[in-house]
């Protein structure tokens, strides 16, 4: 158990809906990322947060957004789903950028 | 893109058999990282090597790395059927903003 926790596990839903995943990280931890991972994509960054302010951004389209709140947890929100966004994303945390990151045990999103 | 890149893709070995792979990056970086994903889980940080070390341990793993070669490899001494993971490097370094950049990966199945 890293102590990054991810909610929820799995989530299906229809295209054009919008989601919002979330995420707890570490205690002590002020440093959050997201990634997205598909089969033909690979582990992608999304997006960084240290200490609710963003830090850095990755492939992470204009569709796709997120924050990281005064208690560090943070949502990524995704709208106008497509099927393309199946995925697993997941989320990590660290106390310093760079650093060690532990990682979440992810969201499965399944667009139908 | 991807700033590693793992080399084999994938790997098949017997248990007890040793199994190495190899990570190479374009750019120069501050630290090099492997993480393990079991199948739909979360990655999970293996060792972290900093680009002023050669050689790291941690239990049955060994760690390389030749910044002049801009190469890592990471072995694994007497495998396990517990092994079978999918291995990524990450890096670090200026050029990439300090954010972690994450290789494609290589697929390792330890046959029982």
């Known amino acids: 158990d890293s102590g990054v926790t991810q909610t929820p596990k799995h989530l299906i839903t229809a295209t054009g809906q919008r989601v919002t995943l979330r995420c707890s990280p570490r205690?002590?931890?002020?440093?959050v990322y997201w990634y997205q991972q598909s089969l033909d994509q690979g582990l992608q960054f999304l997006i960084q947060?240290?200490?609710?302010?963003?830090?850095a951004k990755g492939n992470i389209l204009e569709r796709f957004s997120a924050q990281q709140f005064p208690d560090l947890h943070s949502e990524l929100n995704l709208s106008s789903l497509e099927l393309g966004d199946s995925a697993l994303y997941f989320c990590?945390?660290?106390?310093?950028?760079?650093?060690?990151?532990?990682f979440g045990p992810g969201t499965r999103l399944t667009v139908l | 893109s991807q700033q590693g890149e793992e080399d084999p893709q994938a790997l098949s070995i017997q248990e007890g058999e040793n199994a190495t792979m190899n990570c190479s990056y374009k750019?120069?970086?501050?630290?090099l990282q492997w993480y393990r994903q079991n199948s739909g889980r979360g990655l999970v940080h293996l060792i972290l090597?900093?680009?002023?070390?050669r050689e790291k341990h941690s239990g049955r793993l060994r760690v390389t790395l030749d910044t002049s070669k801009k190469s890592s490899s990471l072995l694994i001494t007497a495998s396990r059927a517990a092994d079978t993971a999918s291995y990524f490097c990450?890096?670090?370094?200026?050029?990439?903003?300090?954010?972690?950049?994450f290789g494609g990966g290589t697929r390792v199945l330890v046959k029982p």
């Open positions: 990590a945390s660290s106390i310093e950028v760079p650093d060690t990151q532990y």
């Open positions: 205690s002590g931890d002020l440093s």
């Open positions: 947060y240290y200490n609710g302010e963003e830090r």
């Open positions: 750019t120069s970086i501050n630290n």
């Open positions: 090597i900093r680009s002023n070390e």
């Open positions: 990450a890096t670090d370094g200026e050029a990439a903003g300090n954010k972690l950049t």
